[in-house]
T-cell receptor
Framework: LAKTTQPISMDSYEGQEVNITCSHN???????ITWYQQFPSQGPRFIIQ???TKVTNEVASLFIPADRKSSTLSLPRVSLSDTAVYYC??????????????FGDGTTLTVKP | DTGVSQDPRHKITKRGQNVTFRCDPI?????LYWYRQTLGQGPEFLTY????????KSRLLSDRFSAERPKGSFSTLEIQRTEQGDSAMYLC????????????FGPGTRLLVL
């Protein structure tokens, strides 16, 4: 699977927009990009998934440029409860390679009051 | 739908003992995954089932580890002769096979080997 690179940590303040970028230079044609959120002592929680351009749901937006070698998770107006670790995953979920999901070490986002 | 559940949530054991963890996936999901996560690291893939077939095993899964999913529903992960290095959070996830597969994770079982 494509290796991903994310910043180790980010700080923000309540009410700000936060953008976390993930690099995946070796992304393959069939690969999707998925972001998860994890709070301490809990399992990761799905946030958003995309293949190209822009995807938006009720909690976040995902921006993917035409070359797909990176992606940016955008969290609008963060609150203290958004403090968590955010993981970017890249993989082809159409095949048995789905079993090889590689999380990396994620980005620890700290939201301050 | 109550989500993915795992039991127990916490387990403390002595080195050399055997432990078994259980995972109940979301009922309509045919894929089930086990991961291990240590402090400060992301989850590491251990193994994966499609229905009752174990299709993939990580090299992290030594011969002391075994996983089963006998009827394609719940799964168990057993660790024999536990070592202190096995101390970690063990996460289970399930999903439906498909082009935009999303894994849903359970709360995890935290293992401490003394």
């Amino acid at each position: 699977l494509a290796k991903t690179t994310q910043p180790i940590s980010m700080d923000s303040y309540e009410g700000q927009e936060v953008n976390i970028t993930c690099s995946h230079n070796n992304i393959a044609t069939n690969d999707y990009i998925t972001w998860y959120q994890q709070f301490p002592s809990q399992g990761p929680r799905f946030i958003i998934q995309g293949y190209k351009t822009k995807v938006t749901n009720e909690v976040a937006s995902l921006f993917i440029p035409a070359d797909r070698k990176s992606s940016t998770l955008s969290l609008p107006r963060v609150s203290l409860s958004d403090t968590a670790v955010y993981y970017c995953l890249v993989g082809d979920m159409t095949s048995t390679n789905a079993g090889k999901s590689t999380f990396g070490d994620g980005t620890t986002l700290t939201v301050k009051p | 739908d109550t989500g993915v559940s795992q039991d127990p949530r916490h387990k403390i054991t002595k080195r050399g003992q055997n432990v078994t963890f259980r995972c109940d996936p979301i009922s309509e999901h045919n894929r089930l995954y086990w991961y291990r996560q240590t402090l400060g690291q992301g989850p590491e893939f251990l193994t994966y089932f499609q229905n009752e077939a174990q299709l993939e095993k990580s090299r992290l899964l030594s011969d002391r580890f075994s996983a089963e999913r006998p009827k394609g529903s719940f799964s168990t992960l057993e660790i024999q002769r536990t070592e202190q290095g096995d101390s970690a959070m063990y996460l289970c996830a399930s999903s439906s096979e498909g082009a935009r597969e999303t894994q849903y994770f359970g709360p995890g079982t935290r293992l401490l080997v003394l």
